[in-house]
């Protein structure tokens, strides 16, 4: 944990003002669900809550059978980290944060297909181009994406974004149930 040197009061009601600098640090909107957790120690820890993490035994096995059908690395995000990865080393790439780029595509709602031209880099400082991004939506929330990476430049095919719109389908799906 690390110490912010803040000091909040509770109040009446037992609430606590998150300060605006770390709302804005951590990207943490109005209105976003919070998770709390206790250590032994006495500690609060507030945690962005993430709905979709809860599926990451299904979204890991997911993310290796996509990878091994079109051969193309492969990343399922929240809506702030990569929450299982196939394809790369995933120490590079697990629990890293997602870029402006990819909340904003996200955000819009749409598929995005990349090209030489046309070109998203899905995580903050690394420098793997996405060719594929499309947006898990659960109830008409967005939850996160199923992110192919580009391998090698060739064409994207209409096989893999369908792939991709499917799978990211059948993820909001499981999360409705």
């Known amino acids: 944990m690390k110490a912010t040197g803040i000091v909040r009061r509770i109040d009446d009601l037992g609430r606590v003002v998150i300060p605006k600098e770390i709302r804005r640090t951590m990207h943490i909107k109005e209105g976003a669900p919070l998770e709390i957790f206790t250590d032994t120690e006495g500690g609060v820890i507030f945690k962005k809550y993430s709905p979709i993490s809860e599926l990451s035994d299904v979204t890991e096995n997911y993310a290796d059978v996509l990878y091994r059908s079109v051969n193309t690395p492969v990343l399922i995000c929240d809506r702030d980290h990569v929450i299982s990865c196939a394809g790369i080393s995933k120490k590079d790439f697990l629990n890293k944060r997602i870029s402006s780029e990819l909340e904003k595509i ?22 793997y181009a996405a060719s594929i991004a499309a947006p898990i939506l659960s109830s008409g929330d967005v939850l996160g994406a199923v992110v192919f990476l580009r391998s090698d430049g060739t064409k994207i095919s209409s096989t893999e974004t369908k792939l991709a719109q499917v799978s990211a389908s059948f993820i909001g799906r499981q999360m409705e149930e």
């Open 106 to 127: 996200m955000e819009e709602r749409k598929l995005f297909t990349g090209d030489v031209n046309n070109q998203l880099f899905p995580i903050e400082d690394v420098s």
